[in-house]
């Protein structure tokens, strides 16, 4: 389905009459309808220009700054863990998906040594947007486009935000007031980390309120009531009704424009004009070097820029001494922290192949990383650093090791052993 369909289709989306009234009348700013702006920016400032050190492979925040980050917190939540994780704090983890998705918030260098940074020309592009383009900004990346891949989690379904949304919503309305007497009870629309993170986030936008009872040693504060509010319900019936999260190649990828909810919205909020667009990736003409290693063996291999991915595929191969006779792919996160898969030219169903696309044209910063998965029979993980780009260098024809350490492996194992 064309963008335009959806959008011709969504303008004749209506609900009920007061419902229609309260989203006319809804303002929207720092704090209202909900903390998700305050939140955020407080997200923001503690980051800061310098960025946060993280030993995450994945770029979380460090375990030494929760406490203090989530005492900052609107309503910050009591717990009595000793060593909390950021999965243990819903807001924080639905703010970090949040920071990774719309592309402000992103890793550096190589774990244990990384740092969450924050991207300047998406933070430049955020500062000029105002709170009604904010509030939606987030909104849709966390609906759309959010990948569960930001945190480490496997995310198969493209739109499992949206999928846990869904399901929290439909509880709330079979019964817009959820009480738990006894905390300790599992109701499978507050438990999880899922689950927490969804009705996290949607207390943050201003659609449902909660209570909470005292935490218990070990433990963090548990629900003990949810209430679906006025908001909520005119917001998450407009949603439902739009039926977003069946168009299929709208939700979990951020390779659609964003303004994807532009049309079901801007009826009742006028003041969405811009929205949170990145710029794409420029192409990087030049030389390349790269440190790919394969537990301690390693090489350094230089290779013009406008060669393809798949000559480098070759090249890593060559340096190795393996024999180019199985199927292979390159992954990276890119700056959103969802999972980017290039695949050898053999295999049949892919979103792109390594023949296609130039190095030059990859949206990888220098620091940076991809693993080189070879053979998924023995499965061989190489880790391809980018250590430089520099100018082009007309003398380089072809892809060239310029440093070992190390005795390559032996790809079928030991001939004495055969």
């Known amino acids: 389905m064309k963008r335009t369909d959806v959008s011709d289709s969504i303008e004749k989306v209506k609900i009920a009459t007061e419902l229609q009234q309260l989203l006319h009348e809804q303002s929207i700013d720092k704090n209202t309808p909900g903390s998700i702006l305050k939140d955020f920016e407080t997200l923001l400032d503690y980051i800061g220009d310098r960025g946060l050190k993280t030993t995450s492979q994945y770029y979380l925040l460090p375990q030494g700054c929760l406490n203090e980050l989530n005492s900052r917190m609107s309503r910050p939540m009591a717990h009595r863990l000793k060593r909390a994780q950021q999965r243990s704090f819903p807001l924080l983890h639905g703010l970090y998906l949040l920071l990774r998705t719309t592309g402000i918030g992103v890793g550096t260098g190589l774990p244990p040594s990384g740092r969450l940074t924050l991207n300047a020309e998406p933070l430049k592009i955020w500062l000029q947007l105002n709170p009604t383009e904010k509030y939606f900004a987030l909104?849709?990346?966390?609906?759309?486009?959010?990948?569960?891949?930001?945190?480490?989690?496997?995310?198969?379904?493209?739109n499992v935000c949206m999928e846990s949304f869904t399901w929290v919503f439909d509880g709330l309305t079979r019964s817009p007031v959820i009480q738990i007497e006894q905390p300790k009870n599992r109701n499978p629309i507050v438990h999880g980390t899922m689950?927490?993170?969804?009705?996290?986030?949607?207390?943050?936008?201003?659609?449902?309120?909660?209570?909470?009872?005292?935490?218990?040693?070990?433990?963090?504060?548990?629900?003990?009531?949810?209430?679906?509010?006025?908001?909520?319900?005119?917001?998450?019936?407009?949603?439902?009704?739009?039926?977003?999260?069946?168009?299929?190649?709208?939700?979990?990828?951020?390779?659609?424009?964003?303004?994807?909810?532009?049309p079901l919205f801007r009826p009742y909020f006028p003041a969405w004009k811009q929205n949170l667009e990145l710029p794409e990736p420029e192409s990087r003409p030049g030389k390349y070097t790269w440190r790919v290693s394969v537990g301690k063996?390693?090489?350094?291999?230089?290779?013009p820029g406008d060669f393809s991915l798949d000559s480098?595929?070759?090249?890593?191969?060559?340096?190795?001494?393996?024999?180019?006779?199985?199927?292979?792919h390159f992954e990276f996160p890119n700056q959103s922290g969802r999972i980017v898969r290039y695949e050898c030219p053999y295999c049949r169903d892919a979103s792109a192949w390594t023949d296609e696309v130039a190095i030059e044209d990859l949206p990888l910063a220098e620091?940076?990383?991809?693993?080189?998965?070879?053979?998924?029979?023995?499965?061989?993980?190489?880790?391809?650093?980018?250590?430089?780009?520099?100018?082009?260098?007309?003398?380089?024809?072809e892809a060239k090791i310029t440093q070992s350490s190390g005795k390559a492996p032996a790809q079928y194992g030991d001939e004495d052993d055969e």
């Open 139 to 158: 909104l849709e990346n966390w609906l759309i486009h959010a990948s569960t891949e930001s945190f480490g989690e496997s995310d198969r379904r493209s």
């Open 195 to 262: 689950s927490a993170l969804t009705v996290s986030l949607m207390e943050a936008f201003g659609w449902i309120s909660t209570e909470h009872a005292p935490p218990v040693d070990g433990e963090t504060q548990q629900i003990s009531r949810v209430e679906l509010l006025p908001f909520g319900s005119a917001m998450t019936q407009l949603l439902m009704l739009g039926r977003f999260s069946r168009y299929p190649g709208y939700s979990g990828t951020r390779e659609q424009k964003p303004g994807i909810l532009q």
């Open 297 to 303: 063996p390693w090489r350094r291999i230089v290779i």
């Open 312 to 328: 480098l595929a070759n090249a890593i191969l060559w340096a190795f001494d393996f024999d180019n006779d199985h199927l292979y």
């Open 367 to 397: 620091g940076a990383a991809m693993k080189f998965v070879f053979d998924y029979g023995d499965n061989w993980q190489f880790t391809v650093k980018l250590e430089s780009v520099t100018e082009v260098d007309p003398a380089l024809t």
